[in-house]
């Protein structure tokens, strides 16, 4: 598949507009926690996506009918080979539970709700 087309966009700026959810449940703001403190660098706040660095995650590519909320404990246990976009792999992330993923996926899921991507 040809990668999204990013090059208007300056290098390391968010990649989409989020609109943020007025609230968050408690499993949620757990997720919104570790997202910020171990995927945020890559991915930007909100999961808005950095340019040239990683994608957005709110984004219909990761809906939950195409991206699961398995693929997420695998891209965090695996890594991510480099096939949606052109920014390099993703590393393994060390250091997170599985319920911390699935917190995350919680924290997620919500922004893709909020942003009508479900
Ligand atoms: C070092 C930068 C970096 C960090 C840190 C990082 N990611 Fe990624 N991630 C990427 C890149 C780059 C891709 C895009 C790979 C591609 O081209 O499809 C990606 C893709 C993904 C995908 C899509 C997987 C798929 O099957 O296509 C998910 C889900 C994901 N990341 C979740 C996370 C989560 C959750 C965290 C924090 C625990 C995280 N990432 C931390 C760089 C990073």
Known sequence: MT??????????????????????????QMGKRAFEAVCADCHGANAAGKNGVAPPLVHKTYEPGH???????????????????????????TGLTDADVTNIVAYVRALQRENGID
Do not use: C, K
Not at 67 to 93: C, E, I, K, Q
């Open 67 to 93: 991206h699961g909320d398995y693929a997420f404990l695998a891209a965090v246990r695996n890594g991510v080979r480099s096939h949606h976009w052109d920014f390099g792999d993703m590393p393994p992330v």
């Open 3 to 28: 990668p999204p087309d990013t090059s208007e966009i300056p290098q390391g700026a968010a990649i989409v507009q989020v609109a943020l959810p007025t609230g968050l449940d408690e499993q949620a």
